[in-house]
């Protein structure tokens, strides 16, 4: 009898007390749940191992990476429906060991046993990083970066589009090109640092020189932008030479804590200090802080989470510290500005885009999905399925809630106080009006 659809839904059921927000359909053909949701499709028992192995997250995303899990009907709709079971529970959810204090959830976990027969340990997919270091020292950061951004420029280029900016566009409308969003996302923060012709700027995690190029050609700056990533840096460089840039434009591969020719007038870091970790963030804003002139301007656009009560408490997450940023972190934007005044910095806007990088996001997976043989033969199967699945995700988590995107803007304030800023606040956004 085909059900092993319905046993599997029950069993689950039992084990998580609450009902599947999705259908469920199994390896044998059968389906179960509730109808016109989409399915999460159970291609063979492996998938079931998998989670009993690693209940939660990283269970689930091992299976998918692996292919022994897919969505049948709107990716972004089943994941919305499962964010309330995996991602949304709660500080005050149950952990593991206590829901196993209830009869009836460690009767459905012998049945899942029976049904993933036999329980052995899968293998983790080859893409998983089994290295959890967290130590943020120059070493653990390249080697974490590289995983990351080596992927391949070709991949890149299918994901991102022309621009190839890798972190939230600026969007005048909803229906407006992801190029434009970009071109004004670039522009908004030129006109944030106050670029004037002759000045000097430092772009922090350059990518792949779309700041670089866009504030040299642009504003006529001096720009020295720095990368940990060989294929960036070689990527770059091509583009700031094609601009005919290369007497204004340096890409280096350095660490930011190793640049020693400041003072400059302004520094960016877009999508950058995600990287650095709570235990090196003073150490990040100081070293910016005394690479800035007396009066420089600072834009650090930096994707933060929501508080926790107990802070100490936070984990990174799982699939994301396994798969996509190894030794990535994300802070509160209220620590963020709390480390770059004790810098030294004054803080004198921030903005929330965050809806901003909902849209960007569903783009990007737009570009991936249109673009996925291609992606496959690049990278591999198991790739691909990551960047679908981390960039689908993301943009619900932005639509939730769960994460945002703000950029602050900072002054290193003389002694004297004069900021040089404008007596009237967003004076950047009264210029694109006029």
């Known amino acids: 009898m085909q059900d092993a659809a319905l046993r599997l839904k029950t069993l689950l059921e039992q084990l998580l007390g609450v009902p599947l927000p999705v259908r469920l359909r199994a390896w044998d053909g059968s389906e179960a749940g509730p109808p016109g949701a989409p399915a999460l499709v159970v291609r063979n028992r492996r998938a079931v191992r998998r989670l009993l192995w690693k209940p939660g997250e990283l269970g689930l995303a091992r299976a998918w990476v692996a292919g022994d899990l897919t969505v049948d009907g709107d990716f972004y709709t089943a994941l919305d429906l499962m964010s309330g079971l995996v991602w949304d529970r709660g500080e005050d959810a149950r952990s593991l060991g206590e829901t196993l204090r209830d009869p009836e959830a460690r009767a459905a976990v012998r049945g899942l046993v029976m049904m993933a027969w036999p329980p052995l340990p899968p293998a983790p997919p080859r893409e998983e990083v089994r290295r959890r270091s967290h130590l943020h020292t120059k070493r653990t950061d390249r080697r974490a970066i590289s995983h990351h951004y080596d992927v391949g420029n070709d991949f890149y280029e299918i994901v991102l589009g022309p621009s190839m900016v890798y972190s939230c566009a600026y969007w005048p409308a909803p229906d407006a090109t992801l190029e434009d969003a970009q071109r004004d996302k670039l522009e908004l923060i030129a006109r944030k640092l106050d670029l004037k012709p002759g000045g000097r700027l430092l772009d922090v995690g350059c990518g792949w020189g779309s700041m670089a190029v866009h504030a040299a050609r642009e504003h006529d700056v001096s720009v020295v932008g720095v990368t940990l990533s060989h294929e960036q840096a070689a990527y770059a460089r091509k583009r700031v030479a094609d601009e005919g840039l290369t007497d204004r434009v340096e890409i280096r591969v350095q660490d930011y804590r190793d640049v020693a020719d400041g003072p400059y007038d302004a520094i960016s870091s877009v999508g950058m200090a995600e990287h650095v970790g709570s235990e090196r963030y003073l150490e990040y804003a100081r070293t910016l802080f005394a690479l800035l002139k007396p009066g420089g301007r600072l834009l650090n656009h930096q994707i933060g989470r929501r508080p926790r009560r107990d802070e100490s408490a936070y984990e990174v997450d799982e699939f994301i510290d396994a798969y ?29 885009i965050r809806e901003h990088y909902a849209l960007t996001l569903r783009h990007w997976v737009a570009n991936l999905e249109a673009g996925w043989p291609l992606a496959v033969r690049l990278t591999s199967p198991g790739r691909a399925r990551i960047w679908r699945l981390y960039m689908a995700a993301s943009a619900v988590a932005f639509e939730r809630n769960r994460i945002g995107v703000n950029q602050v803007l900072a002054v290193k304030t003389p002694e004297g106080g004069r900021s040089g800023m404008p007596l009237r606040a967003r004076e950047w956004s009264e210029r694109e009006r006029r």
Do not use: M
């Open 324 to 352: 996509v940023f190894p030794d990535g972190e994300l802070a509160p934007i209220g620590s963020t500005v709390t480390q770059l005044e004790r810098a030294g910095f004054e803080v004198r806007d921030v903005e929330s």
